[in-house]
């Protein structure tokens, strides 16, 4: 690795660094922007003025703005983002009961989406202007239409209420076995994909076609190449950087979607812990989650930025 490639990326994850700080005020600010008093919802409307005052003074509520967002700022660089205000739980516990809920469906829906995603996108590259590119580019042009919401509430309402083949709520301990496994994530994960796998599929194809146009390739087609070994051996390795941002950035789409998801199947995860939150005006435990999001999708951006710069052969020799 030169020193250019290394200072691109050191400076990438400055920039990411940077960025994560800016979130976490905007994210601080955001919730306590948020209507109501979270020691009036826990006390309930017959609480004393006194009780309120005593309740917030011992949650810290009392304190200017500004210390409290340095205190929780030093508590998630220390690992401890607080306790949760109506719970009395801490959140870090709190958090990860259900983290590893929220990404063993992420993880189900990338296995599933992303390999059919780069199939379809680079095959439709391949045989771009055919029936088969027209028919794939029409069908995620409709799928991209349609909103997570209201696949999720097509799915339950067709294979959970009519056919009765899936369950209508998602629960990760069921697990036990495979048929458990796909009985349980069928319906989450297929509407979680909807959205991602299309996206991925225009981008993929946009950029295997913009590198099959590039010179090098064609001179090796021009040199005998066949058009499967001109986009697997030439055109590829050179796309590989804007496949790696295509999935990264639909990726993303997962920190959205899985929101909605979690809510409509009842999915113990995160996404659904941060709605219950906002509900409840449990301040430290939406800002942790909120961050967690942000994180995710800092990494996601960065790591195809990374990859960009890896792939890119005036970078990777002097």
Not at 30 to 58: F, H, K
Not at 129 to 148: A, H, K, M, N, Q
Not at 256 to 270: H, L, M, R, S
């Amino acid at each position: 690795m030169n020193n250019t490639m290394s200072r691109l990326i050191a400076a990438r994850l400055g920039v990411m660094l940077l960025t994560l700080l800016i979130v976490s005020l905007a994210v601080f600010v955001a919730t306590e922007m948020l209507p109501g008093d979270v020691a009036e919802i826990v006390l309930g409307q017959s609480a004393t003025p006194e009780a309120v005052a005593g309740l917030r003074e011992a949650m810290n509520l009392d304190r200017p703005a500004p210390v409290r967002y340095l205190l929780w700022l030093g508590g998630l660089l220390t690992g401890d983002p607080g306790v949760s205000l109506v719970n009395n739980i801490p959140v870090a516990t709190l958090i990860g009961g259900r983290l590893g809920n929220s990404l063993l469906l992420a993880g189900v829906t990338a296995a599933f989406s992303v390999p059919i995603a780069l199939t379809l996108g680079i095959t439709a590259a391949m045989w771009r202007g055919r029936l088969y590119d027209r028919i794939v580019s029409f069908v995620t042009i409709c799928v991209v239409s349609v909103p997570e919401f209201m696949v999720a509430t097509l799915a339950v309402m067709i294979f959970a209420v009519q056919l009765r083949w899936l369950p209508a709520l998602s629960f990760a301990n069921d697990v036990q076995s495979l048929g458990e496994l796909l009985r349980v994530f069928a319906m989450p994960v297929i509407s979680l994909s909807f959205v991602i796998s299309a996206q991925m599929i225009r981008m993929t194809r946009a950029a295997v076609i913009d590198t099959l146009q590039s010179p090098y390739v064609e001179m090796a087609v021009l040199k005998g190449a066949g058009q499967t070994r001109a986009v697997l051996a030439h055109a590829l390795p050179n796309a590989i950087g804007p496949i790696a941002n295509a999935v990264a950035l639909s990726l993303s789409y997962l920190l959205g979607g899985v929101i909605i998801v979690e809510t409509i199947f009842n999915y113990p995860g995160i996404a659904k812990l941060m709605v219950d939150g906002v509900a409840t005006r449990d301040m430290p435990l939406i800002q942790t989650c909120a961050m967690i999001f942000c994180f995710s999708y800092l990494v996601l951006v960065t790591t195809a930025d990374i990859c960009a710069i890896v792939s890119n052969p005036r970078l990777r020799h002097k």
